[in-house]
C-alpha cells in the first residue's frame, strides 16, 4: 500500500492562500487508492481546526489522517502514563486544546502552581513575561518539551516568519535545558503514520518543502522524499545538503507529482 504523507505549510498552502496544484494533486493520489496523511510540525492548530482549514482549499480530510506536533505530543505524554499532570503550554489554542483531550491538565498560573512539564510551540503573543515563566518552572524542575524547533514560518506572500523554534530557543538559552523534540525531524511522528497505515517505510513518500525537517524525518525512517518549491528550502539547498537531507526528487510545484 502506497503511503504519501504531505506537510501542509507551504506545500498545500502558505497560510491563508492555497498553493496550486494542491487539491488536484490529493484527489489523484486518492483516486489511485493510495493513502494519504497530512503532517505538519505547526502546533498552533488542532486537528478539527486543519480538517476546517483543508476544506476552504478543497482538499478533504479526516482528523485520522492528519498528525500535528501538538497531537503527537499528546500521544507521547499518553504512551508514558503521564495523564492527569499539569502542563505550562508557550503556544496556540490549538496545543492546549490537544493536550487537554490527550488527558493533560493545563496550568494557567505557573507561579501558583508548578507545572510538571513546561510545553513550547509556536505562540504568537510570546512575551518577555511568558519566557519569565516557563524559565522559572523549568529551573524549579519541569521538563522541557518543544513541539517543534522550525526556525521559520512561510507567510502568505513568500516572506518567512519566526517560527516555534525561535521560541524554544529562547527558552533554552535562558535555562541551558535541552528540550526533548516530537515533531519533525525527529522520527516520532511518521512512525506513528507508518504504523496507522500498515506500512513499511519503503512504501511510504514523504512530500515537503523544508530539507532539515520534511526531507529529513523521511530519510531518518527509510522513506522516500520529495522536496517541493513552493515554501522554505530552495533547489540550490537540495543540490548543496548532505545525505541525510537530500531529496530523492525535487518538483517545483505538486503538478510534477506523478
Not at 21 to 44: I, K, Q, Y
Not at 162 to 167: D, F, H, M, N, S
Not at 174 to 195: F, M, N, Q, S
Amino acid at each position: 500500500m502506497q503511503v504519501n504523507v504531505f506537510d501542509m505549510d507551504g506545500v498545500l498552502f502558505r497560510m491563508d492562500d492555497p498553493l496550486p496544484h494542491a487539491a488536484e494533486a490529493v484527489r489523484r493520489v486518492r483516486a489511485r487508492g493510495e493513502r494519504v496523511f497530512f503532517l505538519t510540525n505547526n502546533s498552533s492548530k488542532s486537528r478539527d481546526d486543519y480538517v476546517a482549514k483543508l476544506a476552504q482549499f478543497d482538499i478533504p480530510s479526516t482528523p485520522d489522517e492528519i498528525m500535528t506536533s501538538a497531537y503527537a505530543t499528546a500521544l507521547m505524554f499518553r504512551e508514558t502514563g503521564q495523564e492527569g499532570k499539569g502542563v505550562f503550554v508557550v503556544g496556540e489554542a490549538g496545543l492546549k486544546r490537544e493536550l487537554q483531550e490527550g488527558g493533560m491538565r493545563i496550568v494557567e498560573d505557573a507561579e501558583a502552581e508548578q507545572p510538571d512539564f513546561v510545553v513550547a510551540g509556536w505562540d504568537r503573543q510570546f512575551t518577555y513575561a511568558k519566557l519569565t515563566v516557563a524559565q522559572q518552572a523549568i529551573l524549579r524542575g519541569a521538563s522541557f518539551i518543544a513541539t517543534n524547533r522550525d526556525k521559520t514560518y512561510p507567510d502568505s506572500g513568500g516572506r518567512l516568519l519566526p517560527g516555534g523554534g525561535a521560541i524554544v530557543a529562547a527558552i533554552e538559552t535562558c535555562t541551558d535545558v535541552v528540550p526533548r523534540t516530537i515533531g519533525k525531524p525527529e522520527p516520532y511522528t511518521l512512525e506513528i503514520i507508518l504504523k496507522l497505515a500498515g506500512a513499511r517505510p519503503e512504501e511510504c513518500l514523504v512530500i515537503g518543502d523544508r530539507l532539515d525537517t520534511d526531507i529529513g524525518i523521511g530519510k531518518a525512517v527509510g522513506a522516500r522524499t520529495a522536496l517541493v518549491l513552493t515554501g522554505v528550502s530552495t533547489r540550490e539547498d537540495a543540490a548543496a545538503a548532505p545525505q541525510q537531507y537530500k531529496p530523492d526528487v525535487v518538483w517545483n510545484d505538486l503538478s510534477e507529482m506523478a
